[in-house]
């Protein structure tokens, strides 16, 4: 049995600094630190190589981790974002056992732990979704298109990101299901909370029930600028969201030599346009950034 969750709610979440871990990434329960690995597949990371690490991670002011995937993915996809089979944890990491020791052992040394989930699309599998557990009928998908143009949300919400099969959260079996996973997935393990990918590629009112199955702190990945139409996701659909409108506003001030006065602008459009400012997410550095 895995621990409970130490927490769930946003409050809780205010004060932790997370560090986020690849898990395939980070180290090898064997120990074995030779760089021969080709980043294009996986390099060996596992569970059992975040557990042993624990107190580096402390060391350096983090109470909070935030972790890859979990299902099976298709092939090489170390990164844990072309799930295969929702039922199975990913071999290449550990085994169920190896994911609540890892958990248990985070919050004896109180560290939270929040699991990053995709339940927009699946491994790239084109058309053939046979392949997919449980999602292996074509109904499950939405109809065959590309995101072309990000300012049309509706083609961001129905077409694929990346040709990535996109999930039809419509769907009674898929919507069902998918929150079923979450549930389960939250308390057979004990996360304590969730890092939501892809978040504006999915309706906000899936969302809003996605997170009630959670249970815990939800905060979403919205790659865009706009910070009304980010802020919009704010109580509508998850508990918070990550920063990137202040990023974006970083990456102009002091990689573009912009007006410092652009932060100030940017903090009091903030201020108006999210429910609360002091639980998003803001970041350094992350996978994609």
């Given at each position: 049995m895995a621990a409970p969750?130490?927490?769930?709610?946003?409050?809780?979440?205010?004060?932790?600094?997370?560090?986020?871990?690849?898990?395939?990434?980070?180290?090898?329960?064997d120990d074995s630190t030779e760089n021969n690995c080709d980043l294009h597949t996986y390099c060996g990371g596992t569970?059992?190589?975040?557990?042993?690490?624990?107190?580096?991670?402390?060391?350096?002011?983090?109470?909070?981790?935030?972790?890859?995937?979990?299902?099976?993915?298709?092939?090489?996809?170390?990164?844990?974002?072309?799930a295969l089979n929702w039922f199975?944890?990913?071999?290449?990491?550990?085994?169920?056992?190896d994911l609540k020791d890892l958990v248990s052992a985070c919050?004896?040394?109180?560290?939270?732990?929040?699991?990053?989930?995709?339940?927009?699309?699946?491994?790239?599998?084109?058309?053939?979704?046979?392949?997919?557990?449980?999602f292996n009928d074509p109904d499950h998908y939405h109809s065959k298109c590309d995101i072309n143009n990000w300012n049309d949300y509706n083609?961001?919400?129905?077409?694929?990101?990346?040709?990535?099969?996109?999930?039809?959260q419509d769907n009674q079996f898929?919507?069902?299901?998918?929150?079923?996973?979450?549930?389960?997935?939250?308390?057979?393990?004990g996360f304590d909370g969730l890092r939501v990918d892809t978040t504006p590629e999915v309706k906000r009112e899936f969302w809003k029930e996605y997170?009630?199955?959670?249970?815990?702190?939800?905060?979403?990945?919205?790659?865009?600028s706009n910070v009304d139409y980010v802020a919009s996701y704010q109580g509508q659909a998850l508990d918070a969201t990550l920063n990137y409108p202040f990023y974006w506003n970083l990456q102009s001030v002091f990689g573009d030599h912009g007006?410092?006065?652009?932060?100030?602008?940017?903090?009091?459009?903030?201020?108006?346009?999210?429910?609360?400012?002091?639980?998003?997410?803001?970041f350094i550095d992350n996978h994609d950034n």
């Open positions: 969750a130490l927490a769930g709610s946003a409050s809780e979440w205010k004060s932790r600094s997370i560090y986020q871990i690849i898990t395939d990434r980070f180290w090898r329960d569970w059992k190589g975040i557990e042993k690490n624990l107190d580096y991670i402390t060391g350096m002011g983090f109470d909070a981790i935030w972790i890859s995937p979990i299902p099976e993915n298709l092939g090489n996809d170390y990164h844990g974002y072309a199975n944890v990913n071999p290449h990491f550990g085994t169920e056992d919050h004896d040394k109180g560290v939270w732990v929040m699991l990053d989930v995709v339940a927009n699309h699946v491994a790239p599998v084109d058309l053939d979704f046979s392949q997919i557990v449980p083609e961001v919400e129905y077409c694929r990101l990346s040709n990535l099969p996109d999930l039809n898929v919507r069902d299901t998918l929150k079923q996973w979450v549930s389960d997935t939250v308390s057979t393990y997170a009630e199955a959670a249970g815990v702190f939800t905060i979403g990945e919205i790659f865009n007006s410092m006065y652009g932060i100030r602008s940017l903090i009091a459009a903030e201020l108006s346009s999210f429910p609360d400012t002091s639980v998003l997410g803001l």
